[in-house]
């Protein structure tokens, strides 16, 4: 006996979680169940209340801050659950009222007519890398936002670095003797020096956790393998690695590309063809990680003691298309910056093509089953 589907639209929350009802058949109505808690104990109690004989539940709710917690728990126990990017779901144009009940309706609605696409849920493992990843990034931005606090500070006192380079041993030399007229603006100078200098702790502290955690991650392969491309560091193949997940998914270099967001917009209506900036779209950790591993193509083609001693861990055919991106894609840059594209434009242009390379490279890498 065939069962009958019911889909199960989720508007979750922090503390609840809005519920609707689509059964099987475009001509049922989409009923409102209510709200329930935002914990999953509340999210058994009402699958107890709709599991009965010869119904098959789905559920579906868009991806948030709360996570994968609830597709995760939702697996476990044997259900269809698909997560699904809130800028992908359909909007009527003229639709201006935004609420929780139409919310979780218009997730069961659409999710019963198959017009939602479900997106890549990482793995608990992959997810914990990726979390590392994300929080030496914030680590980042924070060394980056305490260096221009200090140096604003400095500057509306007419502090001014003749060195060539900021942030040397020089530099820090010079900033340990900066001696400011009032007492508490030399307080506020320490502070501010402290604070880059917490943060840079805290940078270096979170890299050497990256670097000592990824021998023992399942996609540990494929990062080594990624690091036999210049410009691709260990930290940077690490963060592409998290970011992106398993490679396989994607059919063609293109759809990886697509995926990364580096491929050009387009507006085009009949004999008119317009294309305009890169769509940004998709995952923006990853694609800055292959825009900075892009700018080490500037230079001529070379294989340096570091990617030589990167590549003594991977077969001779990842060595060769290693190889082949490099000679492509440091004449790529040659050519494009001699034809007076912005150097943004270029970098942009290499990214995208060393996304290619990336993926061919994990064609060649096995990874474990999940």
Not at 156 to 163: D, I, K, L, Q
Not at 173 to 183: E, N, Q, V
Request: with cysteine.
């Amino acid at each position: 006996m065939k069962k009958r589907i019911t889909f199960v639209g989720l508007d979750t929350h922090k503390n609840s979680i809005e519920a609707a009802l689509a059964d099987d058949g475009r001509n049922t109505e989409v009923r409102l169940y209510g709200t329930i808690g935002g914990d999953l104990a509340s999210l058994d109690k009402m699958i107890r209340k709709l599991q009965t004989t010869g119904v098959e539940l789905r559920f579906v709710y868009e991806a948030g801050p709360c996570g994968y917690e609830i597709y995760r728990h939702l697996r476990a126990h044997g259900f269809h659950c698909d997560v699904v990017a809130p800028s992908m779901v359909p909007k009527r144009s003229g639709d201006r009222i935004k609420t929780d009940r139409r919310d979780a309706r218009n997730l069961a609605r659409l999710y019963r007519a198959g017009e939602l696409t479900a997106i890549y849920v990482p793995r608990e493992d992959d997810e914990a890398m990726r979390d590392l990843v994300r929080g030496r990034q914030d680590a980042i931005h924070a060394q980056r936002k305490a260096r221009q606090q200090l140096g604003g500070f400095l500057l509306r006192h007419g502090f001014r670095y003749s060195g060539k380079c900021a942030w040397t041993l020089a530099h820090r030399r010079w900033l340990a003797g900066i001696k400011m007229p009032h007492p508490s603006q030399q307080i506020i100078l320490e502070d501010y020096i402290h604070s880059v200098e917490e943060c840079t702790q805290r940078v270096h502290r979170l890299t050497e956790q990256i670097l000592q955690l990824m021998p023992d991650w399942r996609m540990h392969p494929l990062v080594t393998a990624l690091q036999a491309l210049r410009g691709v560091a260990p930290v940077v193949a690490a963060t592409a690695v998290a970011e992106i997940g398993s490679m396989d998914r994607f059919e063609s270099p293109r759809q990886l590309m697509s995926y990364l967001g580096l491929v050009p917009s387009e507006n085009s209506s009949g004999q008119s063809i317009r294309r305009g900036a890169i769509t940004k779209t998709g995952n923006g950790h990853a694609r800055r990680a292959l825009i900075e591993a892009a700018q080490a193509y500037s230079y001529p083609a070379r294989i340096s003691r570091v990617i030589l001693k990167r590549q003594e861990a991977v077969p001779e055919p990842i060595r060769q298309i290693a190889w082949k991106a490099q000679l492509r894609l440091c004449a790529r840059f040659r050519t494009l910056t001699a034809r007076g594209k912005s150097r943004n434009r270029v970098v942009v242009a290499i990214a995208r093509e060393l996304s290619g390379f990336m993926w061919a490279i994990a064609k060649q890498v096995p990874l474990p089953q999940a």
